[in-house]
């Protein structure tokens, strides 16, 4: 059933006009008056609701009951990652929705080819979390995982919770993530960019409490390690069982 997300509240019996977004998208897909989709808000919950009226520009439908569906990672994964050129960062994002990310936090490292400020920045990052909540939509998460403003690697290290488990993806003084006990209270993943790290940037990561760690002797292009990382931690200590 097609899911859409609204910022507004939503409850059971109540009529709703949808946003012209949805509309758009509702007549792409060809759908009809009293046929279903699923509305979510992000606060944890899914709303079934049907169409009582659409038209080619306009409609509402019912909501008609609010259900609680839990598929949220018990393992919380904070992903700082640097920011990528052309459509690489884009599918970063994507994927690592749907692979349960929790949070993500995109920075400006010394050899990032990618350079953002001010309003382009803002701009940058309304959109990446315009991807990440279609990849909500799509993967039937029903809490939104925030992009955060992007702001640079040092700051980043700067703000760097005492009680989660911090990683850094490199190959030097590494260890492998099965050596790796992660805190309850989650873990923060660093990965950086396509033309890796600074040798200052890996010291400054390892004097804010940051372990290296590595998925093995080939190098991975930055895409691809965050994803094989992460579905490599659900496997381990998430629920990808």
Same mark, same amino acid.
């Given at each position: 059933?097609?899911?859409? *997300?609204?910022?507004?509240?939503? +409850?059971?019996? #109540?009529?709703?006009?949808?946003?012209?977004?949805?509309? @758009?998208? !509702?007549?792409?897909?060809? &759908?009809?008056?009293?046929? $279903?989709?699923?509305?979510?808000?992000?606060?944890?919950?899914? *709303?079934?609701?049907? !169409?009582?009226?659409?038209?080619?520009?306009?409609?509402?439908?019912?909501?008609?009951?609010?259900?609680?569906?839990?598929?949220?990672?018990? &393992?919380?994964?904070? !992903?700082?990652?640097?920011?990528?050129?052309?459509? @690489?960062?884009?599918?970063?994002?994507?994927?690592?929705? =749907? &692979? $349960?990310?929790?949070?993500?936090?995109?920075?400006?490292? =010394? @050899?990032?080819?990618?350079?953002?400020?001010?309003?382009?920045?803002?701009?940058?990052?309304?959109?990446? #979390? =315009?991807?990440?909540?279609?990849?909500?939509? #799509?993967?039937?998460?029903?809490?939104?995982?925030?992009?955060?403003?992007?702001?640079?690697?040092?700051?980043?290290?700067?703000?760097?919770? +005492?009680?989660?488990?911090?990683? &850094?993806?490199?190959?030097?003084?590494?260890?492998?993530?099965?050596?790796?006990?992660? +805190?309850?209270? $989650?873990?923060?993943?660093?990965?950086?960019? =396509?033309?890796?790290?600074?040798?200052?940037?890996?010291? #400054?990561?390892?004097?804010?409490?940051?372990?290296?760690?590595?998925?093995?002797?080939?190098?991975?292009?930055?895409?691809?390690?965050?994803?094989?990382?992460?579905?490599?931690?659900?496997?381990?200590?998430?629920?990808?069982?």
């Amino acid at each position: 059933m097609p899911r859409f *997300y609204l910022t507004e509240s939503l +409850s059971a019996g #109540q009529l709703i006009e949808l946003p012209d977004n949805i509309v @758009r998208h !509702l007549n792409v897909l060809r &759908l009809k008056h009293e046929e $279903g989709i699923v509305l979510f808000n992000g606060n944890g919950h899914a *709303y079934p609701t049907r !169409l009582i009226d659409l038209e080619k520009r306009r409609a509402r439908a019912e909501v008609l009951c609010e259900e609680r569906v839990n598929n949220e990672s018990p &393992l919380h994964i904070t !992903l700082i990652q640097s920011v990528s050129s052309g459509e @690489r960062m884009d599918f970063t994002l994507q994927k690592s929705v =749907e &692979l $349960g990310v929790g949070e993500i936090q995109p920075v400006i490292s =010394e @050899r990032t080819t990618v350079r953002l400020q001010g309003e382009r920045a803002g701009k940058k990052v309304e959109r990446w #979390q =315009e991807i990440v909540i279609s990849a909500c939509e #799509q993967s039937g998460r029903n809490i939104v995982p925030k992009v955060l403003p992007l702001i640079s690697y040092r700051q980043a290290l700067q703000h760097m919770p +005492s009680e989660k488990t911090k990683l &850094l993806l490199n190959l030097n003084r590494a260890k492998k993530l099965n050596q790796i006990q992660p +805190s309850s209270d $989650g873990l923060i993943f660093i990965v950086g960019p =396509e033309g890796g790290w600074s040798a200052a940037e890996e010291e #400054q990561a390892f004097a804010a409490g940051f372990q290296s760690v590595t998925l093995g002797p080939r190098v991975l292009r930055t895409e691809t390690a965050s994803l094989a990382a992460m579905a490599a931690m659900q496997t381990l200590w998430g629920d990808f069982v």
